[in-house]
T-cell receptor, first 113, second 116 residues
Framework: GNSVTQMEGPVTLSEEAFLTINCTYT??????LFWYVQYPGEGLQLLLK?????DKGSNKGFEATYRKETTSFHLEKGSVQVSDSAVYFC????????????FGAGTILRVKS | ETGVTQSPTHLIKTRGQQVTLRCSSQ?????VSWYQQALGQGPQFIFQ???????GRGNFPPRFSGLQFPNYSSELNVNALELDDSALYLC???????????????FGQGTRLTVV
């Protein structure tokens, strides 16, 4: 079946540190891949996406590259800010069922000043 | 343009009762999906409605049902509530039921349901 596994948190970093949140997936074919972010008290927001192998999604300094060979979509940011503190969800949209999202469990990021 | 709004924001129900949650989709969107997010977990797909018809369902029992209205707003109904139904229920709207990789889903802030 389709599933997403992401690194457990919480991840605690100091401001300006480098961020990596690992995400791997299981799916047939070429799903679309996403990172969503949930700030405290708010709904899920799409952070970035990639729809085919080797695509790089980027937004607000965050990047992730669709790696078919390793079935991964790791989230990176070169220099985190306190305002990046949130819960980050990796998700996929299966090829055979393109209109639903399968989410990972989420990773809490805490950035200290 | 208005975003996705859900009501109520919080509610408490007793085991065995029934509950209705509501979602107003973003202006111009004709597709609504519902997700259940248990504490500490990622959202799980319940079902989707496209132009007033159910268009896919996740692994949830029939006591989870829904409706979509001509204005594309939607309801999620849960009968015979169980303690494990306690969760954040999220509604997401999008432009149509095409591959979600081609269109963005916009989420509401959710309804926090507590079953006691």
């Amino acid at each position: 079946g389709n599933s997403v596994t992401q690194m457990e948190g919480p991840v605690t970093l100091s401001e300006e540190a480098f961020l990596t949140i690992n995400c791997t997936y299981t799916a047939t074919g070429y799903p679309s891949l996403f990172w969503y972010v949930q700030y405290p008290g708010e709904g899920l927001q799409l952070l970035l996406k990639a729809t085919k192998a080797d695509d790089k999604g980027s937004n607000k300094g965050f990047e992730a590259t669709y790696r078919k060979e390793t079935t991964s979509f790791h989230l990176e940011k070169g220099s985190v800010q306190v305002s990046d503190s949130a819960v980050y969800f990796c998700a996929l949209s299966p090829m055979e069922y393109g209109n639903k999202l399968v989410f990972g469990a989420g990773t809490i990021l805490r950035v200290k000043s | 343009e208005t975003g996705v709004t859900q009501s109520p924001t919080h509610l408490i129900k007793t085991r065995g009762q029934q509950v209705t949650l509501r979602c107003s989709s973003q202006s111009g969107h004709n597709t609504v999906s519902w997700y259940q997010q248990a504490l500490g977990q990622g959202p799980q797909f319940i079902f989707q409605y496209y132009r007033e018809e159910e268009n896919g369902r996740g692994n949830f029992p029939p006591r989870f049902s829904g409706l979509q209205f001509p204005n594309y707003s939607s309801e999620l109904n849960v009968n015979a509530l169980e303690l494990d139904d306690s969760a954040l229920y999220l509604c997401a709207s999008s432009l149509d039921s095409a591959s979600i990789g081609e269109t963005e889903a916009f989420f509401g802030q959710g309804t926090r349901l507590t079953v006691v």
